[in-house]
């Protein structure tokens, strides 16, 4: 009998789905967008119906699944499999995701974990990572977090949620407010989302910006901020650079407090970086993306002369970049 596994990768914009077959060969996908009011119940009901229509494409039973395994952007406590905060989706907090979800499935086995720790795995296994004992996957994106490798395996702390390192506090009391609660944490100064809010802010304070024409009447977003930067928007600049001076003082941090010098980057920014006119760069050299931004004032801080790797995302053989949220939710199976 083949057998089956399913991986999904929750983000805080969407929900993204693959099948996979006893070779780890993803041969079905689904994606549909997170919606953000749900509560708890009718978010995950929204997952069981995309699994139970997944199975009925390929007409699969339950004894053709091994198992499902979902990343979350969230605090998780992992052997409970209950998601206790999640910042992006703030009504997803306090909630036995797995034990329902397995009830919701008819008993298939459910595994969920913080979606920095599955991507990692998924890098460390399959991608970029190949190679090194210690890795740090640090996806930035809509928000920015780690998941961490130490001597081949997943490091989740005492509870679950080691990694979140987004959330570390930058400028207590000051900035804008998380969703973890808290004012002035790295996330809440330069993640995807976050930036926006504090452009916004900007804005309402009297500076001006070719940002609110390109929006129009819609909401403000990343893709306005790469428009407006290219075309040399003061506003929009202002709001790069602190976005790449901040990530570029997370990694720093990350590295004297773990010394592991494998980064591997994956995330929405990597791409939005890669199409602004010279990288980002705020320190005056020539830079080409993101993750050479990153490190220029990664470099600026660390004083000692080891090597340290900045690498992209990569995933091996026929998966894509896009895929290691799904591929590292299937991994928890294995």
Not at 259 to 272: E, T
Not at 305 to 332: C, Q, R, W
Request: charged share 20%; net charge negative; aromatic share 8%.
């Amino acid at each position: 009998m083949d057998v089956y596994t399913i991986g999904i990768d929750v983000g805080g914009t969407k929900a993204a789905y693959g099948l996979l077959d006893s070779d780890k060969k993803i041969i079905s996908r689904r994606t549909h967008k997170s919606n953000t009011g749900s509560s708890p119940q009718e978010f995950f009901d929204e997952i069981a119906c995309n699994i139970h229509g997944i199975m009925a494409e390929k007409n699969l039973k339950n004894e053709n699944i091994r198992g499902i395994g979902i990343g979350m952007p969230s605090f998780i406590l992992f052997d409970e499999g209950k998601i206790v905060k999640t910042s992006n989706l703030t009504n997803i907090n306090n909630f036995p995701a797995r034990d329902y979800m397995t009830e919701k499935l008819g008993g298939i086995h459910v595994v969920i974990d913080n979606d920095a720790n599955t991507a990692a795995i998924a890098e460390h296994r399959h991608g970029a990572g190949r190679g090194f004992n210690n890795m740090l996957y640090c996806p930035v994106g809509t928000g920015i977090s780690c998941g961490i490798v130490i001597n081949g395996n997943i490091f989740r702390g005492t509870y679950g949620w080691s990694g979140e390192t987004g959330h570390m506090i930058l400028t207590p009391g000051e900035g804008i407010m998380c969703g973890c609660e808290n004012q002035g944490c790295f996330m809440s100064w330069t993640s995807g989302s976050m930036i926006i809010k504090h452009i916004e802010k900007w804005i309402e304070d009297g500076e001006k910006s070719i940002m609110t024409t390109l929006a129009g009447n819609g909401q403000m977003d990343c893709n306005h901020l790469s428009a407006a930067y290219n075309d040399d928007d003061p506003l929009a600049r202002r709001a790069i650079a602190q976005m790449v001076k901040i990530l570029g003082v997370w990694t720093y941090n990350l590295y004297v407090t773990f010394n592991i010098n494998c980064f591997v980057f994956g995330g929405g920014l990597i791409k939005m970086f890669r199409e602004l006119k010279d990288g980002g760069s705020v320190t005056g050299k020539k830079s080409g993306d993101l993750l050479e931004s990153m490190k220029e004032i990664f470099d600026d801080y660390n004083k000692n002369s080891m090597p340290v790797y900045f690498k992209e995302a990569e995933l091996s053989g026929e998966m894509t970049s896009n895929d290691h949220g799904i591929i590292g939710a299937a991994e928890l199976l294995y």
